[in-house]
């Protein structure tokens, strides 16, 4: 999640052995708070069409 805070707010959706679903509330670019819904797999996990950044 990279953030600056010491600490995040969010609810596990789903706990797999290789995925887990997250989802919190963030407003990196506006006041207005927005839901997002983020998975995460093991590093190194095939995924389509998807460009992964660090």
């Known amino acids: 999640m990279n ?3 010491t600490d995040k707010a969010f ?3 789903r706990l797999q052995e290789d995925q887990m679903v997250l989802k919190f509330s963030h407003s990196q670019y506006t006041d ?3 839901v ?3 998975v995460y ?3 190194g996990t095939p995924v389509e069409d998807r460009e ?3």
């Open 3 to 5: 953030t600056e805070a």
């Open 41 to 43: 797999v093991p590093e």
């Open 32 to 34: 207005k708070p927005r």
């Open 52 to 54: 992964f950044h660090w």
């Open 36 to 38: 997002i819904t983020d």
């Open 11 to 13: 609810k596990i959706m």
